[in-house]
């Protein structure tokens, strides 16, 4: 791993200029092969900023990528064997300012994005920057100003990151860095639920799959005024914590059919919105079926291949059906605003925290749900 390097700030507002020029990240070698290797600290440009990197959540989709490669795009390929850093749920504190930047300041706590959109596509320029079309289009002389960290560029298991100012949120006082670094899984959520219709006081909501995304919706929905919050998983536990977040009513599909049950308890007509957050072809189907007539379903999770879809009944009734990436339209910044205000506890879905060297232990947790992980926090500080 080479030696151990970065010398500690002991005040955030000496940042400015960096005491160390290298610093700790873990690189992608092989499928499922992860170092821990020294990096130049990169560098902020102009409309950047350079973050010291205090919190980053494990994501299911860094897994994907770890394992599989895709959807991270390195120089136009799989992001094996490029010296590729991913990690993509990150909070930290701005450590350095790009040319031109100010609209922060050294010191400010920040929760990111993920995406920075070009800015010059037809997607960008309608505010859908999560699908820029120049995704992954910035490398080598090719930069098309896109930024994905974590995906297209270089992310958060390391000790610092540079991110494009569109894509910070300042974080309140008192919340801790472990929240603040929920705030992509719940911006996600909230995402999904502005493409459904944003408003969602007094419509009925079913949430399926209670992992982190799953949960965090329950907690959005709620806050937003859903009413009833409906949760369909097949774990006892988790279904117990999105009661705590505040589902109204608790479905265990392995227990009974959850079609029937969710449209037993919406007097046989459905319900207004369905959030997929397991992407199986058995709960994109529930979905459709759980829908009421003109219902709209939000597909949260990447399903494994392909699959099979009763789109007739949908046409039929109505049903419009959504596909989110990330978590576009300010939607970090909506989460945490509601976090701020205590409208749902994201703490619950905070299970275990490890330090930077013990990330393989923490994918490992994330990975096979140890000791019931559900979100697992790296703190890069500890070593």
Known sequence: ?????????????????????????????????????????PVPDRSEVLIRIDAVAVCATDLEVIAQGPPALINGTLPFNQGFTPGHEYMGTVAALGPGVDEYKVGERVAVEIHSGCGQCKRCRSGMYTSCTNYGQNYGEHDKRHRANGFTTNGGFAQYAVNHVNTLVRVPDDMSDEVAALAVTAGTSMYGFIELGGLLAGEKVVVIGPGPIGLLAVGVAKALGAAPVILVGTRENRLGLGKRLGADHLVNAKLCDAVEAVRSLTDGKGVDYVMDCAGTEETINQAILMCSRGGKICLAAFPHGRVGIDLGHAVMNNIYLYGIRGEGKSAVARAIALMAAKRFDATLIHTHTFGLAELPKAIQYARERIDGAIKVVVKPHLL
């Open 1 to 41: 791993m080479g030696d151990t390097l970065v010398e500690e700030l002991k005040n955030p507002l000496e940042v400015a200029a960096p005491l160390a020029k290298r610093m700790l990240a873990w690189t992608l070698g092989n499928p499922h092969e992860l170092r821990l290797d020294q990096k130049q600290i």
